[in-house]
Each structure stands twice: as structure tokens, then as C-alpha cells.
């Protein structure tokens, strides 16, 4: 459990710098923005309580708001992710899983149920993120296209990154 916690807790020190460091500043003209950074929230383990989810993606989003300078977006994506991944764990991972502490990444759950998660994921944080971000339906096509361009460029550094720390062993789901 120990080896878990300081894990996770290296995990979301790497991708916050990352995020910050490295991420901040790359973009396809405003338009395509990665956030690999939801990887704290969605590869956190399965049996983590709710309560702790809630308040360590708070958190997150907290932490990248500091950098980003704004006023509680990502925060609020954050939070909607967290609240996405109870729902798609409850309705795809059996009972006596979801009590376990196995980390959800693509070597353990196969690569359908992975890219899935991720997809969804990404795709449920970056439409909460940059519709709160505009609030207006003024300039909702740039906002659909900067959803959809954002969501691809970070699903496709997610998964370079989960490839690179692919580790492979017995699979829960098929």
C-alpha cells in the first residue's frame, strides 16, 4: 500500500511538471492543448474511496489552475473527470475488482478497455474545461474544434506515455 501511495505521489509530481514545465507553453494555434496531466485522476487506484478522489482531483486541478493562472476551470474538469470515473468503473469492472487497489493502465486491463477509459475521459475534461473556459455559445465552433484537437493531441501523448511505461500482466477485463 505504502509502495502504491509514493508511487502515485511521484506520478503526479512528474506530470504536474510536465504539464507546467514542458506543456504550458506548446500549441497548435490556441487550438490543440495537451493536458496529460488527467492521468493523476484516471490512473489513480481502483478501491481509492470517493471522497479521496474528489478532493485529490480538486486538488489537481487546483495545482494546474496556480500555473495557469485561472480561476477554478480545471478544477471543475477535474472534478467532473473524477465523477466520470466512478460511473464507467462501476459499470465496467466486476464488484470484487473495484474493491482492489490494481492501478487501471493498459498492460492490466487490455488495451480496449484502456482506450476507452481514455478516450472518454479526455474527452468528458476537455469539454467541461473549455466550455467553462469560453461561456458562450458565440464562437461555438472554435470551441467544438478546440475540444476535438485538444482531446486527440492528448489522448495521443497519453498513450505514448502509456506505452512507454507499459508493463504487462494478468488482465482483469477481456
Known sequence: MAKII???????V???IVQVALLKNIGYYNMAVA???????????IGISNFVLFVLALLTGLSIDAFYD???????ACVALAFFRIFFHNITIELDDQASFITPSWGIMGFKWFSTYILFGVIIHHL?????????????????????????????????????????????IN
Open 128 to 172: 467541461i474545461l473549455f466550455l467553462i473556459e469560453a461561456f458562450t455559445f458565440s464562437n461555438f465552433i472554435q470551441t467544438l474544434m478546440s475540444i476535438i484537437l485538444s482531446s486527440l493531441f492528448t489522448i495521443l501523448i497519453i498513450l505514448v506515455i502509456s506505452l512507454l511505461t507499459y508493463q504487462k500482466k494478468s488482465r482483469i
Open 35 to 45: 493536458f496529460p496531466y488527467v492521468l493523476i485522476i484516471l490512473l489513480l487506484p
Open 70 to 76: 485561472s480561476i477554478g476551470i480545471h478544477a471543475a
Open 14 to 16: 512528474i506530470l504536474i
Open 6 to 12: 509514493i508511487f502515485n505521489i511521484i506520478r503526479y
